[in-house]
């Protein structure tokens, strides 16, 4: 499975017709085809390319959801 | 817009701008769900369609209400809705409640309603989150609505069999809870 850093991850934030890749709980998951993730953006303050851990915590949802969505990589949450 | 309201809600710490946008977003949502859920309701016919259709044309109207009922917190609030109908339905905080490719399949249809409302659920779970303590309108407005959507949920799960809700179809008028905020 490809494994991101990151800083690697940050490429693909749904910018200029990028990929939406968000990582969650060290994986990272494509949301590109994701109504919810139009344009890198999901419910009005989470960005793609990034590691959303953090902020799961505090979402009115668990992983669950995320796990509806193509496990494409593993995140290195050292680098 | 109500500057005073804006500015209170402001200095209690939450981000306006960004509240607005979780509000238009619902909006769409509620507005879209009522769209798509006439076309769940038309096709919920038969022995086992029509024992469902009269709960999903009650959350129909309850979703259009909440629709009624956000509007004018938007423009309180100094946001407004998209001009392009198009881009309205596109930024929904849910995704399209699509009629299953088996139109005849009932249960299909009760999975597109419950995940329609767990959606809801989690929406204004959050914006309840983010507007407790701090903006008392918005607060009661969202938390009206997410007990209208917490009893749909029940109403669809008891259908497919996830278990005993604790609740009963609507008996008299619709939006017990939100119907204060648009009479």
Known sequence: MKKFTKESLK?????????????????????????????????ADHHAGQDLSPALKRAPHTAELLERLPLIGLLDEEK | MARVAR?????????????????????????????????????????????????AETARIEDRNHFEALVPRIYELGGELPKDMKEFHDMSACPPAILPDNPRDVKAILKVLVEAERCAVRGYSHICNLTAGKDHRTYELCLAILNEEIEHESWFSEFLGEGPSGHFLRLGETSPFVGKFFK
């Open chain 1, 11 to 43: 490429s693909y934030s749904g910018k200029n017709g990028a990929p939406v890749y968000i990582a969650a709980n060290g994986k990272v998951y494509d949301a590109t085809n994701s109504f919810l993730w139009q344009k890198g953006k999901h419910m």
């Open chain 2, 7 to 55: 500015e209170m809600v402001q200095n209690a710490g939450v981000d306006v701008d960004q509240l607005v946008e979780l509000l238009v977003k619902n909006a769409a949502a509620e507005l879209t769900t009522f769209y798509y859920y006439t076309i769940l309701r038309a096709n919920l016919i038969g022995l086992e369609g029509e024992g469902v259709k009269q709960i």
